[in-house]
């Protein structure tokens, strides 16, 4: 079995490339064709979303978002052609697909910021293809939801007196805990919060209380995690939304697209207070915005990285 993260390596060879793509248009008319077609301009994408990111690496940090963006950008580019061989099939795909107020206001707090999906756009194409949104429910999201969905940064989150995720067991585990305190801050009985989950789970063999828990048995392990789930790069654990109002259940991948788009309007339109955020790093978002962009240049190659290794093992099984 080929390691995750080699693959990029592994697709950094136009041959290669070709190869794989021929693999994943199985069910695709004229597959040898749209191959040999995309090969190179998959492999360029994967390659350059690599680059962005260590040029990203090795920049000053105030011009980190738009690189780690345009990182993002071109690896999701790559994935999409796995799965759709016309892609893009418009101009209007091009576009990022999302949006945010250019100018911010006097007494601007960025954890209240919001983006907002728009209906054409790389954004919306790829919740449609590759997660079946169509169209996504949310019309916009706060960067307080989003950061508080991602694992690396829940430590961060209590040092601030706010608890965003609750750690309930490992990837790959067929038990999940939960303290029973979850009910209430959901306003649901455990039947309701358990049928509230279920669709994201493998099927569930029982559910049994204790004193302060209540376990989930899973007739298999959770091999992926995705949104309301979400996996800790470092530890392996699973985590989960600790209240009602930070349940995201999307993937981290969304989430992620999310906050970088728009901390690279930030970066790019809100120049004194981007500068002066990095210079003196008087605002409280400094730390949470600083560790964000360590964590995303480590851990979106990584999820987009395991996505393609899904599809690789897939296609050679068949």
């Not at 950094?12 to 070709?18: F, L, M, P, V, W």
């Not at 690396?152 to 601030?160: P, S």
């Not at 979400?230 to 209240?243: E, G, I, K, T």
């Amino acid at each position: 079995m080929m390691e995750t993260n080699q693959l990029f390596t592994h697709l950094s060879a136009q041959e290669n490339a070709q190869s794989f793509l021929h693999k994943c248009y199985q069910n695709i008319d004229g597959q040898t064709k749209k191959s040999y077609q995309n090969g190179t301009t998959f492999m360029h994408y994967i390659q350059h979303g690599i680059q962005f990111y260590k040029s990203g690496e090795e920049s000053s940090p105030i011009v980190r978002p738009v690189l780690y963006f345009y990182g993002m950008v071109h690896l999701l580019k790559g994935w999409l052609l796995t799965k759709r061989a016309d892609y893009p099939e418009s101009t209007a795909l091009l576009a990022h697909g999302v949006t945010s107020r250019k100018r911010k206001r006097k007494d601007y707090q960025f954890f209240d910021d919001e983006v907002k999906i728009q209906q054409q756009g790389l954004f919306p194409y790829f919740a449609k293809h590759m997660y079946h949104f169509n169209p996504f429910p949310l019309e916009k999201a706060t960067m307080r939801l989003l950061l508080a969905n991602i694992p690396e940064l829940h430590v961060l989150w209590n040092y601030q007196q706010r608890k965003t995720l609750i750690d309930i067991g490992e990837i790959n585990s067929d038990q999940l805990l939960f303290p029973t305190s979850i009910l209430d801050r959901f306003h649901l009985t455990r039947n309701a919060f358990v049928q509230r989950i279920q669709p994201f789970l493998p099927p569930i063999k029982r559910v049994s209380e204790q004193t302060t828990l209540f376990r989930i048995d899973l007739r298999e392990g959770i091999m992926q995690a995705n949104g309301p789930f979400f996996v800790h790069m470092d530890n392996q654990r699973l985590y989960f939304p600790a209240s009602r109002d930070i349940y995201f259940p999307y993937s981290e991948i969304i989430v992620h697209y999310l906050i970088l788009y728009n901390l690279s309007m930030l970066c790019r339109y809100e120049t004194e207070w981007w500068g002066e955020l990095m210079v003196s790093k008087a605002d409280s978002a400094y730390p949470m915005i600083d560790h964000f962009l360590e964590i995303t240049r480590r851990k979106i190659p990584y999820l987009i990285e395991k996505e393609l290794h899904s599809i690789y093992s897939a296609c050679n099984e068949k």
